[in-house]
Structure formats: C-alpha cells, structure tokens
C-alpha cells in the first residue's frame, strides 16, 4: 500500500465538489512549504494581475484554497516559533520583545522546554529535515538539528541580518550544524532548497517522513537565478515569487513521478504580510490593510493551499478560520501521534475542514505583537486595542477599543463599536478567559523582557 504523504503549503483556487468521507487509513508524510513575507495578494489565484503563479494555482485547483487563513504572529521569529510548537509565542517564549525577531549577536532562542512538531513526529517514526530559513536561535544549542531536525540545510536567520555597522558577520549558509559558505550566494538559494528538498523525499520515499521547507524569499534583499530574473512583469519581486512558485511545483512533481500524489497533503503558506515600507520590493495585501508588523489583516492574514487528491475536494474554497499553530495540531492528528498533555496548545485540528467533513473548530483569533494582545476576533467581528501601522511603526491604544465586521468590511476601514455595543460586552469577556490561561507565563516573560 502506498504511503500517504502531508505537504503543507498555501495558495489558491475556487469551486465546491462533494466531500470526502473517508479517512487516512496509513501514516502521512508531512510537507510544509513557507514563505517569508509573502502577501495575501501576491498569487495570481489571490488576484494578482501580473505575478504567474501556475503551479500553485495547480494545486489550488486540484485541492483546497484558505481565504482566513492567519499567522500567529506579526514578524519573523515569534510566527515561526507559533508554527513548530502550536502554542502563541507568548507561551513558548519566543515573543520577539526587545528586538521583535532574532539577530546575529542574540543569545536567545527556541527553549529545550517546548515540543516541536518535528520532536513530536519522531515519536512516531518520523524522518525530519528543515531545508531553509531557521530564525529560531542560531547558537548551536538552537539549531533544528537540537530541536527534532535529523537533517538542517540553510540559513539560520534573515538574509538581511549583515549589517556591518551592526558588527553582523557575511550571512552563513549551513548544512547540519557546520558552515558550508559566507557570504551564502542568495541567487542560488531557492533552487538549492528545491534540490535539497527533492533528494530527501526521494532518499525516504518509503516514509514516514516530516519536511519543513521555510524559504528565504521574498523577503529583502530579493535575489533570483539566471533562470528567473526579468521573467516577471512584476519586476524582481515577481521573479522571486515565481521563482517560489517553480520550486513547489517541483515538490509536487516530485511526488507524483513517485507515485505518491494520490497520498499527498501539501500545505503552503506565509510567516506574515508583505514588508510594505520596502515599496516595489515589497509584496501585496490586496484588498487587506496594513502588512507585515501590523495586525491589521494584511499583516497577519496569508494565502494558503492544502493540497491532497483523493482526499480534499479539488477546487474548493473554504472560509473556515486557520492559523499556522494549526499545521502542528493538524500534522499530529493525521499522523495518529497523541498532542503533548502537559501544556496549552493552541492550534486546533484542521483536518475535518480538509476533508470536507465540516466547517472548522477555531471560533476565535488572538492578534500578538510581541506579549501585547493587540486585537481579538470572535466570528466575524474583530477587536482592536492597539493598533500599528507596520514594522518599526509606533503603536497607537484605543479606548474604547475598535470594532470591524470582517465579512461586511474586511479592509477595516468602518469602526462599528458604537452600533453593537453587545458585541463589545461578549468580545471583552471572551478576552478576559483567554487572559486567565496566560499567567503561568507572566513571569517568564517579564523576565525576558528584562533581559
């Protein structure tokens, strides 16, 4: 019997055929594909005129396209933090407060405490790899191969983190916990991922195996190969993106020369909104406001493709609320390894939304920037206490807090709050039970923020 195979990844594609009834029988592969800074309106399935995204678009069309789909987290390092272990990085500890993300000359990063996802597949007997950018502490102690990793290649925090005046060293790139080349030649980074990728799919065909593929791009400085660069209408951003795009459809090439692609789960998606201060280097919202560092809905807000034939209904369009903490609850699930029970974890099982079987469990969103709870969503409505207008961008507090009707306005341009004041009153209770699971962290964090 053939293995199953769990990519993940985000983009696009509509329709609504039958769902699917019938669950995974065997072990899934787990595929995740990440971009860094990549907006909700950058794939030509999320509308962009001029940026040519066919492969993804593909697979949206063969498999299951998000439209509230968030990151749990503004910047960098929190979010990608809030993915591997499913918790909000005001629990794992990776808040980002002092300088938001992780740096060359920082000595902090992901505690031995928490349970990655690949820590928790290898319970299950998984073979794991992360094949790009890390962003998760780049002392040796930090590094994936100590946190689940069997195999690490690529680098270890953001291709823009060589400032000299700073004192940053040439970005390094990695294989395993050695230096392989610095500075790392960016031109060739998306391509090596793929390559690398590939020959570990194909080097454990027989699975089951965990591959988390985090790109470096588009996040700035953009750097594409020969191959790519001036393809696009769009300019070098739209080269990096299709550059991207070329690389997942060449995942999926992959498994299905394998026979796999009846098996397979592919999920893509991005670690926050698009860095909208870098102008034309910078991604889209579309119709979304804000970007990255902000959590207004372009800041927070992703595309993202699930991707399974045979099991996810080809062309459908779901509005079910997601976060990337989900992939982690997700993942567990459909590989039958039981959730840790001696911590809160926030992601919640997305699985019955990708078969078909049901609208999704997540009725809530809370908006972090750092530990500052900045806005909360119940259903449609969304709460705004703070609110900043992007990256390095000063905050603003609001009281009486703000309130927008995501279905009737998701540009949030109409503050409602004076009209339904009852939705007020039920949002600020929700909030004040969502505080209450925090305190057993309060210490921590005021500790490192201290630090």
């Known amino acids: 019997m053939k293995r199953l195979v769990l990519v993940v990844a985000v983009l696009a594609a509509c329709a609504a055929p039958q769902p699917i009834t019938e669950q995974p029988s065997t072990t899934p592969n787990i595929v995740i594909l990440f971009a860094d800074d990549l907006g909700y309106g ?6 962009h005129p001029s940026i040519r995204t066919p492969h993804l678009d593909r697979m949206a069309t063969e498999g299951m396209r998000f439209t509230q789909f968030y990151s749990a987290a503004t910047v960098c390092t929190p979010s990608r933090a809030a993915l591997l272990t499913g918790r909000l990085p005001i629990r794992n500890g990776m808040t980002g407060d002092n300088r938001r993300v992780l740096f060359p000359n920082s000595a902090l990063g992901i505690s031995d405490n928490e349970i990655t996802l690949a820590e928790a597949l290898k319970q299950g007997g998984y073979a794991t790899a992360c094949i790009g ?20 290649f690529g680098l270890p925090y953001s291709n823009d983190m060589d400032n000299q005046r700073r004192g940053d ?18 031109e060739t980074l998306t391509q090596r991922y793929t390559e690398e990728a590939i020959r570990f799919i194909r080097e454990h065909r027989d699975g089951p195996f965990f591959l988390y593929l985090p790109y470096t791009f588009p996040h700035v400085p953009l750097f594409a190969s020969d191959r790519f660069r001036g393809s696009s209408a769009r300019g070098l951003y739209g080269d990096v993106v299709e550059e991207i795009d070329w690389s997942a459809g060449q995942i999926l090439e992959v498994l299905r020369e394998l026979g796999l692609e009846e098996n397979s789960l592919v999920f893509f998606t991005s670690d926050n909104g698009p860095w909208l201060t870098k102008f034309q280097e910078g991604g889209s919202a579309g119709l979304l406001r804000g970007g990255k560092g902000s959590t207004w809905e372009g800041g927070v807000r992703e595309p993202a493709i699930a991707w399974w034939p045979g099991r996810i209904p080809a062309g459908r369009v779901t509005h079910a609320l997601g976060s990337t903490m989900d992939l982690f609850t997700t993942s567990l699930t459909l590989a039958g390894v039981p959730l840790p029970e001696d911590r809160i974890i926030d992601g919640q099982d997305l699985s019955t939304v990708l078969l078909g079987l049901e609208s999704g469990p997540r009725e809530t969103l809370e908006y972090y920037r750092g530990s500052r709870l900045m806005a909360f969503r119940q259903g449609p409505w969304k709460m705004h206490f703070i609110t900043q207008a992007g990256y390095r961008e000063p905050p603003e507090i609001h009281s009486p807090p703000l309130l927008y009707h995501l279905q ?17 009153e039920q949002i600020l209770q929700a909030v004040e039970s969502h505080k209450a699971t925090l305190k057993p962290f309060e210490s921590r964090l005021e500790a490192q923020v201290a630090n």
């Open 42 to 47: 950058d794939l030509s399935s999320y509308g």
């Open 169 to 186: 060293p040439p970005v390094p790139l990695m294989r395993n916990e050695d230096i392989i080349e610095q500075p790392a030649l960016q």
């Open 133 to 152: 950018k890390w962003h998760l502490g780049h002392l040796p102690e930090f590094l994936p191969t100590r946190h689940g990793f069997d195999y690490y």
């Open 408 to 424: 009737h306005d998701p540009s949030e341009q109409y503050d409602v709050s004076g009209d339904h004041p009852d939705v007020v």
